[in-house]
């Protein structure tokens, strides 16, 4: 945030200081350091755009990297416990996390909770 604030700032100072030099100047002269600006802001929101996909790409590498610790310690979890302790947790789990295929949009019983007021 704080870089792409300064760049902002950049940005319109440089288009500020273009047109300011333009005072007094042919048509022909404003319309270029118009292109100039449009340039100008064109190339920060291209650079803006480059940085917030790089900062998107590393969150997608940590959470596929997050993803594959967690499925592997899952997998690790499934094969130490016993089959009752198996069985115990997934009578605890809503039908639509056990077999989601199987369930229709809209037609999904509610969960059934033990114990407990609903607040």
């Known amino acids: 945030q704080g870089i792409c604030n300064r760049n902002i700032d950049q940005t319109l100072l440089s288009i500020l200081l273009l047109f300011h030099s333009a005072s007094g100047a042919s048509v022909v002269a ?35 990297e997050k ?13 130490l416990a016993s089959p009752e302790q198996l069985e115990k947790f997934q009578s605890r789990l809503p039908a639509e996390v056990l077999c989601p295929e199987e369930q229709s949009p809209g037609a999904a019983a509610p969960a059934q909770h033990s114990g407990g007021s609903a607040v």
Not at 37 to 62: F, P, S, T, W
Not at 67 to 79: A, F, V
């Open 30 to 64: 404003i319309d270029n350091k118009i292109e100039q600006a449009m340039d100008l802001v064109k190339n920060h929101l291209m650079y803006a755009v480059r940085e917030e996909v790089e900062v998107l790409k590393e969150q997608i590498k940590e959470l596929l």
């Open 67 to 79: 993803n594959s610790q967690l499925e592997r310690e899952n997998s690790l979890l499934k094969t």
